[in-house]
Nanobody
């Protein structure tokens, strides 16, 4: 089970950190990603991290502002969000793949098997 936390009401320009904790399992070497869904829009890719080989991936809209990372002993994946904008308002979901993904597959939500319940981030201007 994946459990997200860290969402809430944030000021424009704020820097919250989202957490995704895996309970009853450990994160594998396969990709773990963050996706988001804004009201009335489809769920979209935000960022992903892969352990073997180690690499990170970002949507163009968040590149340079968001950072995905992992704390292996804590079995947690983080999404550090900086310089938030009102258009970043969305429910943020953590997702984990059970198998290897090639680069072209990492940004597609259909390739992730396990999902958290989501955490709402609201950016006020």
């Amino acid at each position: 089970q994946l459990v997200e936390s860290g969402g809430g009401l944030v000021q424009d320009g704020g820097s919250p950190r989202l957490s995704c904790a895996a309970t009853g399992r450990t994160f594998s070497r396969h990709p773990t990603g963050w996706f988001r869904q804004a009201p009335g829009k489809e769920r979209e890719f935000v960022a992903a991290i892969r352990w073997s080989p180690y690499s990170t991936y970002y949507a163009d809209s968040v590149k340079g502002r968001f950072t995905i990372s992992r704390d292996t002993p804590k079995n947690t994946v983080y999404l550090q969000m900086n310089s938030l904008k009102p258009e970043d308002t969305a429910v943020y979901y953590c997702a984990s793949a059970r198998g290897p993904l090639i680069i072209s597959e990492i940004r597609s939500r259909s390739n992730y098997d396990d999902w958290g319940q989501g955490t709402l981030v609201t950016v006020s201007s």
